[in-house]
C-alpha cells in the first residue's frame, strides 16, 4: 500500500510563492506517474503537473511557466515549486501516484491565494 503525505500549504499573498512537497512510502518516484491535482470550491478536480521516468513533465495552461514540479527519488519526495500564485489558484492540492496496478492519493493540502 502506497502512502503518500502533503505539506507545504498555507496563506500566501497574490504574487507570492510556495512550495509543495509529497512524502512517499517506499521507493516509487521513478516507477509510479507522479502528479499534482487541485481542486477549488464547487469545482473539479483538475490535473495540475505530472512528472515520469526521465523527468519528463507536463503542466497545465494555467500554471505554465509559473509552477515546477520535482521530484528527488533518494528522498521519495516530490515538490511542486508555486510561483506568482494568483487567487485563482487558492485550492486544496493533492499529490497522486498512479500506475496500471494501483491509483493512490494523498490527503490534500490547503492553498489559499489572497490580499
Known amino acids: 500500500q502506497v502512502q503518500l503525505v502533503e505539506s507545504g500549504g498555507g496563506l500566501v499573498q497574490p504574487g507570492g510563492s510556495l512550495r509543495l512537497s509529497c512524502a512517499a512510502s517506499?521507493?516509487?518516484?521513478?516507477?509510479?506517474?507522479m502528479g499534482w491535482y487541485r481542486q477549488a470550491p464547487g469545482k473539479q478536480r483538475e490535473l495540475v503537473a505530472t512528472i515520469i521516468s526521465g523527468g519528463i513533465t507536463n503542466y497545465a495552461d494555467a500554471v505554465k511557466g509559473r509552477f515546477t514540479i520535482s521530484r528527488d527519488n533518494a528522498k521519495n519526495t516530490m515538490y511542486l515549486q508555486m510561483n506568482s500564485l494568483k487567487p485563482e489558484d487558492t485550492a486544496v492540492y493533492y499529490c497522486n501516484a498512479y500506475a496500471p496496478y494501483g491509483n493512490y492519493w494523498g490527503q490534500g493540502t490547503q492553498v489559499i491565494v489572497s490580499s
Open positions: 517506499g521507493s516509487i518516484l521513478s516507477t509510479y506517474r
